[in-house]
């Protein structure tokens, strides 16, 4: 007996305090909703939680950057829209002129065309989200009127109408989301200044090449919307397939990483059981004596 008592005493001990370390950490996974506290509670879970989280957080950054970029098309598209339908206006104030008219007529016609080079002119510079959705901007400070679309392609702009780039997916290079609207702006105000002059000279001649003009305008602005119309719907695909691949990345990582209650709590209660019976089994090993074994 003084050699098994000790020794039973001992493993009784150590039972208390195995379950007493598996109670609190139980009672932590359960409390935090984890099971993967450290790398050593699962080495190889642990390293595939690493690798979902940081994929997962590239899938947010894309799909944040797949929202302003579809976000930005769409609001291009809008304003190509509202300056073919300016386009359109013009055009009707062209062949409305194409005829003699008085002085005080010839002036309305002219003053409603800068009315629509003024709103061209706003609306080329139209932002998203503190972005301006046409790269480049027309000429401040021309050297002769009128101000043509400088883009950023063809010299150095301000910082704020640079062309835009942004990440959309692990490619090393960015993808350009802004619209090159070059083909639209560039010598479209030079064409309005025309058809005024024109208008002011009664020349039909060179009312009709401006109005030829505006239908090539008119022609490039529907090009450009439905290019920007068919980026968008493209951005949109790839925002569904990421949320779908980051739903399925969530509910891997979730699988890994979140406790199981229900096991947590059954695993607890057995562990408090089992430690209730060995707290009582030390009771009666400390009220053991030889005597009453004599």
């Known amino acids: 007996m003084r050699v098994t008592l000790p020794l039973l005493y001992a493993a009784t001990q150590q039972n208390i305090e195995s379950r007493n370390e598996k109670i609190q950490g139980l009672t932590r996974r359960i409390s935090s909703g984890k099971q993967l506290e450290a790398p050593h509670d699962d080495p190889r879970a642990w390293a595939q939680s690493r690798r979902l989280t940081a994929g997962l957080q590239r899938l947010e950054r894309y799909k944040n950057n797949l929202e302003f970029a579809n976000g930005l098309t769409s609001v291009a598209e809008s304003a190509l829209d509202h300056i073919h339908d300016l386009l ?6 062209g062949t409305a002129a194409n ?3 008085s002085s005080a007529e010839k002036e309305a016609y002219k003053e409603d065309l800068e009315q629509i080079q003024e709103e ?8 998203y989200n503190g972005q301006y959705v046409f790269e480049g901007y027309f000429d401040p400070n021309p050297t002769t009127p009128p101000p043509d679309w400088l883009s950023a392609r063809d010299t150095s702009p301000p910082d704020d109408a640079r062309i835009i780039s942004v990440d959309l997916d692990d490619r090393a290079t960015q993808t350009e989301v802004s619209v090159d609207a070059r083909s639209l702006f560039q010598g479209l105000m030079a064409t309005f200044e025309d058809l005024k002059t024109a208008i002011e000279t009664e020349n039909s001649a060179d009312i009709a ?3 030829s003009k505006l239908d090539g305008a008119l022609d490039t602005a529907r090009a450009l919307s439905a290019q920007t119309g ?4 493209a951005y949109e695909r790839r925002l569904d397939a990421l949320n779908t691949f980051q739903v399925h990345d969530q509910d ?10 229900v096991e947590a709590v059954t695993a607890l209660k057995q562990n408090q059981i089992a430690l209730e019976a060995a707290l009582q089994s030390t009771a009666a090993l400390q ?4 005597t009453r074994y004599l």
């Open 88 to 93: 359109i206006r013009a055009k009707e104030i």
């Open 99 to 101: 005829t003699p008219n």
């Open 120 to 127: 061209i002119m706003s609306t080329a510079q139209t932002k």
């Open 209 to 211: 090449n401006s109005l």
């Open 230 to 233: 068919a980026r968008s719907t």
């Open 252 to 261: 891997r990582l979730s699988q890994i990483q979140d406790t199981d209650l």
């Open 287 to 290: 009220g053991l004596s030889l």
